[in-house]
């Protein structure tokens, strides 16, 4: 049997903080969840992820992710079998991830044990990992360059030292923009602040083709409240993490 290996890595709406567990809740069928904790494998279902304090955290009150909705279409696409990996963290900027801090050193563990761990279903084709980060680079004014040359470093040490194929980016919507807690400055300021992230994400992209765009809809999404959790700010609900899940499913299935 083949076996794909998606892993999925970011921040709080990557992590999932929707605003309850889905209904219904299905189980997809071929992909499994590595869990470093018990070194096993589980059927993919929500909730997704485990605490890892504090370095790496499961799906917020065991509610929902985009995970299962990825991995369901993505097998559906490719009829390939999936290992599907959580390595998430939430309110972290990329500088937080990079090589040599203890969170890149527990998730790059995690993801090789992972790995070897698919390998006993089968054989490991493609690797491929899911990013959705950036609401907290936006937040702390990281310019477009450096944000570019970490996610670049991060991305060229986790191909050196776990072995992905491709980098996938689910680019960041409006959140210094949109949450009402951010006090420092004006909402027009903010979305500046956020594009500013989300051009650092369209320029990796375009010159490194390690790195692909697998949907651009978080964008308007993060300025729909059909697509928001009402309880948390700038962060999407169960509706949108499936929409997010599904479209990013679909582009992989492409690669």
Known sequence: MDIDVLIFGGQSNME??????????ETVANAWEYCLLTDELRPVRHPVGENIEPLLGAASYGFGS??????????R??????VMIHAAQGATTVAQWQKGTPRYEKAAEKLTAGIQKAATLGTVKNIYYVWLQGES???ERTTGEDYAALLTAYKDDLKRDVGIH????I???YFCGTVRWLVDRTREEGRLDDEVIQQAQEEVAARDRDFVMLTREAVPM????????PQEDGHFNNRGLSVLGTLAGEALATL
Not at 166 to 169: E, L, V
């Open 16 to 25: 999932g903080q929707t605003e309850c567990l889905p209904d219904p809740n």
């Open 66 to 75: 985009l995970a299962p909705d990825c991995c369901r279409t993505y097998v």
């Open 77 to 82: 696409a490719t009829g390939r079998a999936v």
């Open 137 to 139: 680079d936006a937040i």
């Open 166 to 169: 491709r980098f996938g980016i």
């Open 171 to 173: 680019q960041v919507g």
């Open 222 to 229: 993060s300025l729909d409240a059909q697509f928001i959790n």
